[in-house]
Every structure is written in C-alpha cells, then in structure tokens.
C-alpha cells in the first residue's frame, strides 16, 4: 500500500467532467494526478506516474480496479496502487472524498 | 538504527542473483554497494549468443536494470573495479578510489576467457567471446571483414561461429579434439553436430593446434603445427574460461584453482564469501549457470539464518548443457563418457538425425548425451538428480518421447525444490503456487510472474506441461487462450460472436464468461475490433477500448508528449502542404521535426491539450501513424523520373492509400509500391508490395522490415491497376477475417500458408468478389478522426482538456 497521508483538501473536479473508463488529469501545484471514476460512480486519484518509467497512468486503458500504463503495459491497482503480476513498484494513492457531485483529493 | 553493510565485487549473474535472494528473505536489514568491472547492469550473460545471432537486443538481456538497483536502495558503482580489500580493517577499495566498509563481503568476480598465449596474439582483431564489448567489437569487425576464425570448438566457440555466420562472414572454426564439444559431447553425437553445423556454412579444422598468429598490426592468418595456415581478419578465441582469482590471492584468500568455499561458500576469511565461477566448491569449479543460482541461494539463507546448521549447505550441482544454436538441439548431463564400469543405453537413427545416449553405472543413470531431439532432457535430469533404480524401469519410460504411449509426466515427479528454469533458477514449487495464488492461466503470464522461461525459453515446455498439471487443462494440446480472462481462443471467441450475434465488448465478456468482468487490456481490444470486423455498418467503436494513441489519434512518446503525422498520399507533398506544417511546428514549439521511413513527416514532442488545434491548424487529414490500420503507401519516383521506371508507381500509390486510408486491420499494415524491380519504394518487406515490371505489376505479401525480417512472397502478377485493387482488397479482407488480433501478414502468412491464401482469394471465384464486396462495406465507414475531434466540444473536452488547479495557500479550498 502506497497512501499518501491525508493533508489539506482541495476541491478537484466535479463529476460530470469524468467519464468511466477514462482517466483524467489534473494538476495541483506542479504534481499531476490521475483521476479515475468507477462504475458504482466512486473516485480512485493515483500520481499520474507509473512506477515503471513514469508513463502517465490517465491515459492508460481502464479495466475495473486496473489501470494498465500506456507506455509498457504495466498493470497497476487503483485502490492499492500496487504493479501487478511480475512486476514490482508502487503509485502513491490519495484519500478522496466525494460530496455531491464534488470530489476532493487530500493532498 | 545501522543496517548490515554487504559490499558486492562483481555484477554478474551469480553476485546479483544472491542479492535478490537475500532481498526475498530480508528485505530491509541490509545496505548493498555493489562494484562492478563492465559498464553495464546486471544482464544475462548466457544470452550474448543470441545478441550476436541477432535474436535479441542488449537491453533484452538486462536482467536487472538500473531501476532495480535504485528501487532495492543498491549502490552501484560500474566501471569501476575493486582493487583492494583489507579483510582486517573490512574495508574495500575500487580502482577510482571509492572505499566501503563491509560488514560482510561476497567476491563473485566471475572469470575471463582464456587467451592462448600465442606469438601475435595481442594484434589487431584477435579477441575473446565474453562480454558485451567483446559481441560489440565482432559485429563491428563484420562490417569491413569478411574472413572470421574461432578458435575452439566447444559451446561457446560454436555459439560465437554461428552468429559471426549471422554477420554475414565466412567462418572457420579451429578444435584442438577430433570432436566438437569434447566436454560435453561423445565422438558419435559430436560427428552429428559437425554434420549439421557444416550444412549451415561452418568450416572446421579438427585435431588442429594453432601455433602462431600472423600479420603486421591486424591479424592476417594463422598457423598450425602442422606447417599450414589459413587467412584471418578476425580471430575470436573461446577456448575456456580461467576464473578470476587475483584480487582473492592479494586479499589472502586461500586459492585452488579458484576461491575455496565451505558448503555454505565461506572462503577462508572470516565475514567473507565467493559464489559463482570465482569459486571452488568440493574441488569443482562450475562455469554454467544453474550451479551458480543455487549457490547464490544458499549463500542468501546462510547470510540471512546467521547460523550455519540451519540451511542444508551446497552439495555441488549435476550439470548440464545445451547448444544454443538455432534449429540445432543438442544436451548433456553428468558424466557422459562411457568408462569400463559403465554400460550405456543408445538409440541411434541415421535418417533422422537423432541420437540418444544414457550412462548407466550400478543400475543408476549417471550421464546422457542427446542429440537432435532433446525432449526427454529434463525426464533424465531428473533420474540422475534422484538416483533411482532403473533396472526395473522400461525403455520406454527412460526416453518417453520415443513413444507415443501417455509415460508418466517428467515434471509430475519432479520434487518442488527442483529447477524448471536454468536460467532463472524458478523452482517448480514457485511456479505451482503462482499458478494457484494468482490464478494464471498461461506460459506467457507465469513467465511474467516468475520469470520462468524468460531467458533461453528452453524450459517452455516444460511450464505448459506444469501450467497443465496443476491446472487440470491440457494446454499443450490447446493453443493460447486470447488472453488471461478466458479460456477461448481468438477463433473461437469470434465464432461465438458471429453465431451469438453479439455486439458489444462488455456482453461479449458476460456471456462467453469472461474470469474478470472487466477485462484487461489485451482482450479489450481485441474484443472491439472483431465486433467491428463482424459487423462493419452497425457497431460503435468502444474508444475506452482503444489504447491511447487510437483514442486521441496520436502516438504517445515515452515523455507523455503525442507526435502528430499528417496523412502525405504516396509521400506526395507540395509548398503549400509543407508552409503549413512549417507554420505549426513554430506556432507550438514543436521540438523535432523528422522524415519517417515512410515517407511522412513526424511532428514530435507536442502536448496531449494542443493536440486539437495542432490538427485545426494543419487542416490536413490523419496519418495513422499510430494505429492498427494502413499505415504508408511509400512509392519511388516512377515514370515521370527514374530513368528506369516502368511504371507510374507515384499515382498507383496515392490511389491505394486513399482507398484504404482508415481501415481496421488486425495490425498495423504497410505497403510500398516500386516502379521496377529495384525497388527504392523497398516493396520486398512490406505486408503489400508492389512491385512494377514492363507491362505488369508483380504483388508481394506478408513482408516484414520489423523484428521478425521477413521477405515478402510473390502472390501475383497482374496487367491493370483495377487488378491491383480487386487483388489487395481480397487479400487485406481475407487477412482481416482469418488473422488474430496483433498478428501481422507475416506470421499470419507463416501459419496458415501462401497457398491457402492463393486458393481462396484466386481459385474461388465467389468467395473473392464475396471479400471484395465486404472490403468495400469496411470502407465505406471511415471517417477522419481529425475532422470528428476539431468539430466536437465534447470530445476535445473529455480526451483533451489540460485541468490545473491553484490551491489557496493556508490549505483547503
């Protein structure tokens, strides 16, 4: 696991500006995140950078709880942020908070 | 608190091997430096072969790369050997002057090939086959010499002559034996292997001692004892290996014929170990990999235990080889020779070029040589690790591939403790609990979980016949399911879709029950693109089943940024066309500007946000340079120029891209045409090559310039160019139904065939104009995804939009 301990909450996107299935990226203060809602209509938020080479994650092809990078096809989970199968490493995960239609990262 | 401090000499395969070992047991209790003499991580030495051979890359055989170093927090320092060690002081010091302290020291110094101490053997072009410099410096010599020499017929001598044949030189290869692979090798199997290598383009010399090097500055030739000589402008020496012991003896380690180790490779200092070929253990020095990996691993316990009498110790290795050779199969194992207190059992076919020997002493298999079919190698590994009986065994179980008879599976009595990957050193326990911990389903996904089968591939067989075992499926006799989710094959899959009528991804899933609901993303897009195949008029592509470049219709860089390649027919261009590109890589800074191999120009380095209106300015259509679809029509000049041009090949070109522009195809798929038969367009390596001769144009199919170099086969000549079309509308549609998804012409014509092809897409007159007509129904739904994106708010928001966020200072919103 790979949570980055709660800070300060900052509004990131309402709803109707993501999709399921598609990632999404946003940027706070020069750290760029991935945001990624569920069917069931929750939010994941990753670093938008796979532990691999860095590959941005929003871009990759969603499948359930997995992001797989576009870059080299690493599979990584969204609620733990840990590569999958053989490999190796870890994308940090935020607490995320939805209220509404609002959706808030702890950052 | 101070971690424990181990300092590692040596970055090879056995040194790093014992470092991922104790990383496994204890991953947080030790701080690792690591010196390493070669510039290089940790990569896979027994694979140089096939970098020389062509059939990998250097980063293909990296082991470990720099990542790993830094993820495990390994401080490594390449380029720089230790020069010396105090054992009293524990410190170490490398050549550039760095020193560490050690709370434990690991020599795995490895060794360096054996130079004969011949009169001129320090001339120009006289080297060794060792190391990536050593495969560098013979790929170079290739380039502006002809004539190569091997000396030393053995593994490594014939793995070298065979990739220098690869480089197109003429090779010699000298043995001081009358047998190639003396050490592994008995005079009838070694005959075999000179046959078979002479048929590839070797040359020997047996019974050959070589006295003399000659030339001025480079080698010229060389001399034999027996007063004859040959030329040479490049003489490779493999004629063994000498371990690598000079810093142990300066260190005060006590020294053999390499580093003496107790059974937990403790060598004569205290807090200090060696493993690998640096080592001598039981008076054995072990020079293949498999010895050093379960060294490696009981070095790891014994570091990690602390205790001696708690891990069994090393009891030295059973060796065995194989020839790594293309289309050669060769093994040996144990004591291979026959001797008076041994009797063997052979099998011997002339015809079939197979020969197959065991060596059995007291009722016991204690050697084997095999030859031309080594498919019982890991069955007689294992009777000889076990020891067994065989008196009351029968001939058939001792070689079961001589039998059709369902024998008793090898790896079904293997122990869990025993090796099923060599090269990797993967247990069969390991990859029995993978397959049941997380649920795999096939080689290529056990390969990614642990590694088995990723270095020589040898074992493959062996983990499809495990995956089968453990999983109750009998997946030799099955082929690849489509992915990880299923247990269907592509054929299948589609055939389900086409007689199910289903039509959309996420159905096909639930109803052919699919293992995750989800999917992942090899099936995904798969998924998508035989639901568009299947039903051309009536299906929506699913984008979030696309991989991004298709989804944003550019193609990702390794930095995030996106390459934008306008659609150029046939190469063609104008001023206008060319203004405009200028006047857009300015307008958004675009870094690099590049000519593809295809004729287009490549718009390098630009943000996901500006894709948009990079495409509104430019105003030109989509080039596909990122998709499963045409790609180029590259021609050449033809006959409005070329003074030998037959044919308009400029117009010809221009006419297929434009009908084929944005068409679905398993992948990617690229054409050339040529206006005569020298071929500037390079129509010879392309998966639809046409190629102009006076009144004809001849069509070539299932050429391949990528990885697997492929020469296109001639399919058909044909008068008009209205025949060119009916005939690639055929074929590309014939391709479309019949490949899988991700196969290209050229394995697909591999598979299935050229004269398959030929007699349905020509013999069968109904089912061609049938292809046709389909081929005409495809096309008739493209639209430029570019003109799609540039007229939709919608989409450039959802795929596009760059958001940023200021945050208030003093924190929440």
């Known amino acids: 696991m790979a949570f980055v301990e709660a800070g300060r909450k900052v509004f990131v996107a309402n709803r109707n500006e993501l999709a399921v299935g598609l990632g999404k990226k946003v940027e706070i203060e020069g750290r760029e995140l991935a945001l990624f809602m569920q069917e069931d209509g929750s939010v994941r938020i990753l670093d938008n950078k796979c532990p691999h080479k860095g590959g941005p994650l929003s871009e990759g092809i969603v499948s359930g709880n997995y992001v797989y990078c576009p870059l080299h096809d690493w599979k990584i989970c969204m609620k733990t942020g840990s590569a999958q199968g053989g490999d190796q490493g870890n994308v940090a995960c935020f607490t995320v908070e939805v209220e509404g239609d609002d959706i808030y990262v702890f950052i | ?813």
């Not at chain 2, 050779?325 to 008076?340: E, H, L, P, T």
């Not at chain 2, 293992?515 to 979030?544: Q, V």
């Not at chain 2, 349905?760 to 061609?768: G, K, L, N, P, W």
Request: glycine share 8%.
């Open chain 2, 1 to 813: 608190m101070n971690k424990e401090k181990v300092v590692l000499i040596g970055n090879g395969m056995a040194g790093i091997r014992t470092l991922e070992e104790i990383i496994k047991r204890e991953p947080n209790r030790f701080q690792f430096t690591v010196f390493g003499a070669e510039p290089h991580p940790n990569y896979n030495r027994i694979l140089l072969s096939s970098v020389l051979q062509g059939d990998s890359s250097v980063s293909d055989i990296v082991l470990n790369d720099y990542d790993w170093y830094e993820r495990n927090q390994i401080e490594l320092f390449t380029g720089d050997a230790v020069v010396r060690v105090d054992c009293r002081k524990k410190e170490v010091w490398s050549a550039s002057g760095i020193k560490r302290t050690y709370d434990r020291l690991i020599f795995a110094t490895g060794s360096d090939p054996f130079m004969l101490p011949l009169p001129g053997a320090e001339k120009e072009g006289v080297i060794a086959f060792r190391n990536i410099a050593d495969c560098e410096s013979m790929i170079n010599a290739a380039k502006s010499y002809q004539k190569a020499v091997v000396i030393g017929g053995g593994l490594l001598g014939l793995e070298a002559a065979r990739g220098l044949l690869n480089l197109k030189m003429d090779v010699d290869v000298i043995h001081i034996a009358d047998h190639l692979m003396d050490r592994q090798l008995d005079s009838d199997a070694g005959k075999m292997l000179k046959a078979e290598l002479e048929q590839q383009g070797m040359q020997f010399h047996l019974n050959k001692k070589t006295v003399k090097i000659n030339g001025h500055k480079r080698v010229k030739g060389i001399s034999f004892s027996d007063q004859t000589s040959i030329k040479a402008d490049l003489v490779v020496m493999a004629v063994g290996i000498r371990p690598n012991v000079q810093l142990a003896k300066q260190s005060g380690l006590k020294v053999n014929q390499a580093i003496v180790v107790n059974d937990y490779m403790e060598t004569s200092e205290e807090d200090v170990y060696a493993v690998g070929e640096c080592a001598e253990h039981r008076g054995i020095v072990y020079g293949l990999v498999a010895p050093l990996y379960e060294q490696g691993k009981v070095l790891a316990e014994h570091i990690c235990t602390n205790t001696s009498n708690e891990v069994s110790g090393y009891k030295g290795s059973i060796v065995s080889t194989k020839l790594k050779v293309s289309g050669i199969n060769v093994f040996s194992a144990g004591a291979f020779r026959d001797q008076d207190e041994t009797k063997s059992i052979r099998i011997h076919d002339e015809f079939a070029g197979v020969y197959k020997k065991l060596v059995v002493k007291n009722n016991q298999v204690v050697g084997a040589v095999l030859f031309g079919d080594t498919n019982d190698a890991n069955r007689i590994l294992s009777l000889i690790r076990s020891g067994e009986d065989i008196s009351a065994i029968s001939k058939a179980a001792l070689f079961p591939s001589e039998t059709n008879d369902s024998s008793p599976s090898v790896v079904a009595t293997m122990a869990d403790e025993e090796t099923i990957c060599g090269c990797n050193g993967v247990s069969k326990g390991e990859i029995v609990c993978a397959i049941k911990e997380q649920g795999l389903s096939t080689v290529a996904e056990i390969r990614q979980c642990t590694n088995a089968s990723r270095s020589c591939g040898g074992c493959k067989p062996e983990v499809a016949e495990l995956l089968a075992l453990t999983t109750g499926t009998d997946i030799m006799a099955k082929p690849e399911p489509l992915c990880g989710c299923t247990e269907l094959t592509h054929e299948a899959v589609v055939a389900s879709i086409r007689e199910m009528g289903l039509s959309y991804v996420r159905e096909v899933m639930s109803v052919l029950g699919w293992k995750s609901e989800e999917g992942c993303s090899k099936c995904r897009p798969a998924l998508n693109y035989y639901l568009g195949l299947i039903s051309p008029l009536d299906y929506t592509d699913d984008a979030h089943s696309r991989f991004v470049n298709e989804r944003v219709h550019a193609n990702i860089q390794k930095d995030g940024t996106f390459s934008v390649v306008p659609r150029m027919y046939g190469g063609v261009t104008n001023p206008e066309q060319l203004r405009k590109i200028a006047d857009v890589a300015e307008k958004y800074n675009v870094p690099l500007l590049k000519v593809t191999g295809g004729q287009r120009i490549d718009l390098l380095g630009v943000e996901k946000e500006k894709l948009p209106n990079v495409w509104r300015d430019l105003g030109m259509r989509s080039g596909y340079a990122y998709g499963k679809t045409l790609r180029t029509v590259k021609t050449c000049v033809g006959e409005d120029f070329c003074r030998f041009g037959t044919q308009d090949s400029v117009s010809l070109g221009i006419e297929i891209e434009k009908k084929y522009e944005g068409l679905n195809t398993p992948h990617k798929v690229k054409m050339a045409v040529s206006a005569c038969p020298r071929n500037c367009a390079e129509s010879g390596i392309k998966d639809v090559g046409i190629v102009g001769v006076e009144g004809a144009w001849e069509i070539y199919v299932g050429g391949n310039g990528g990885v697997d170099l492929r020469s296109a086969e001639l399919l058909c000549k044909v008068a008009t160019n209205e025949e060119v079309m009916e005939t690639i509308s055929a074929f590309l549609q014939y391709y479309r139904e019949q490949a899988t998804y991700l196969e290209r012409t050229s394995h697909w014509i591999e598979r299935v065939g050229l004269e398959s092809i030929k007699k349905v897409i020509f013999d069968d007159s109904i089912e061609r104009a049938a292809l046709i007509e389909r081929m005409e129904m495809a096309l008739s739904r493209h639209k430029d995804p570019w003109t799609e994106i540039v007229e939709s708010e919608e989409k450039q928001q959802q795929l596009f939009e760059k958001k940023k966020i200021a945050v208030k200072q003093g924190g929440g919103m």
